[in-house]
């Protein structure tokens, strides 16, 4: 365990901080159910000074939206965890802005509610507008990128910033908070911009893709979505399930019977157990085919070297 931060200052400050926990459990902060506590923990409306505090005094740090896209180290996360829950919107005209806390789902709710059309896609993410903006979330045939103008936040330097869509990099599930010069930053809201519409055509829509996504995919059970991206020209699930792994296992974790390209907890799997199972399907994948499969999820927290 690193120690190097772990001054007297520091730990001072971290104990005096409103709502602080010790050693608090990630599990169930994450739709996996996986994984071990956060060393310490807050959930707050207003993460963009603890960010900036961390970023000045060396602690590290993870922020944590809806957890819908982490498998989180059995030993849990060295460091302070932020939770964003700050969830304010609002519209002005055809522009929707969005605290990074705010599901997803529920903004695209709002979207429709308003006659502002071309966000109905969205209803399939379970996640924050934070969490989306990292990985430019997308489904069917839409993707954040498309009607993102600006996002607010804090850059990896501390410093208070507006970014234009150009600078985020903005990539088939990636940007450049995710893989790029921006890792560390904070997001803090959004702004997209979207069509005048038919609200009830668009919820109607919404309500045709959530039966879809039920009838497809294993969305009732403890998973993160997608574990791996889809190779160019390909699909993942259609890899894995030609491979044969369709029912694979290692300990409780289980490659989706209904959709290959899910693993599903199927209750007290331990993130070994699905990092066991994604090196297996990513090895027997590239054997066979030559592929070789990126992960969608992301690995955080205290893993074993090696
Ligand atoms: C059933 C299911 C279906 C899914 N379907 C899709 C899909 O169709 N398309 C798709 O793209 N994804 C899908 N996902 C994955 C997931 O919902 C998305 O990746 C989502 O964008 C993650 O958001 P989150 O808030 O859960 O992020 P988290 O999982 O909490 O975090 C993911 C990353 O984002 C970072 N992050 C979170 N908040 C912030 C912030 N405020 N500022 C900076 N960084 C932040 C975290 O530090 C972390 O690195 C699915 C997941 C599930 C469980």
Not at 20 to 25: A, G, I, S, T
Not at 102 to 116: P, T, W
Not at 227 to 245: C, H, M, Q
Request: hydrophobic share 40%.
């Amino acid at each position: 365990m690193a120690t190097s931060w772990r001054t007297p200052a520091n730990l001072g400050w971290l104990a005096r901080l409103p709502g602080l926990r010790r050693d608090h459990p990630l599990a169930r902060l994450t739709s996996f159910n996986i994984g071990g506590p956060a060393e310490y923990f807050v959930a707050t409306a207003a993460p963009a000074p603890l960010v900036r505090a961390c970023q000045e005094r060396g602690i590290p740090y993870l922020l944590l939206g809806a957890g819908t896209n982490l498998l989180v180290a059995d030993e849990g996360v060295e460091g302070l965890v932020i939770r964003c829950v700050n969830r304010e919107w609002r519209v002005e005209g055809r522009r929707v802005y969005a605290e990074a806390g705010l599901k997803l789902m529920r903004l695209a709710r709002i979207c429709a509610d308003h006659d502002l059309v071309g966000f109905e896609w969205a209803i399939g993410v379970p996640g924050t507008v934070g969490g989306a903006v990292y990985q430019n979330a997308g489904c069917w045939d839409g993707q954040l990128a498309d009607v993102l103008v600006e996002v607010e936040g804090v850059a990896p330097g501390g410093e208070p910033r507006a970014w234009p869509v150009a600078e985020l990099e903005l990539g088939y599930r990636t940007s450049a908070l995710r893989a790029g010069p921006l890792r560390g930053a904070l997001v803090t809201g959004a702004w997209i911009e979207l069509r005048p519409g038919d609200g009830a055509a668009a919820r109607r829509r919404m309500a045709h893709w959530t039966q879809q996504r039920v009838r497809t995919q294993p969305i009732r059970t403890r998973n993160c979505g997608s574990v791996f991206t889809n190779p160019p020209g390909d699909s993942a699930g259609r890899l894995i399930e030609a491979a044969g792994l369709k029912g694979a296992r290692e300990g409780s974790a289980e490659v989706s019977c209904q959709h290959a390209n899910f693993i599903v907890n199927l209750g007290g799997a331990r993130a070994a157990d699905v990092d066991r199972l994604i090196r297996r399907i990513r090895t027997t994948v590239r054997e066979r085919f030559g592929v070789t499969l990126e992960t969608e999820v992301e690995k955080v927290g205290r893993w074993p070297s090696g």
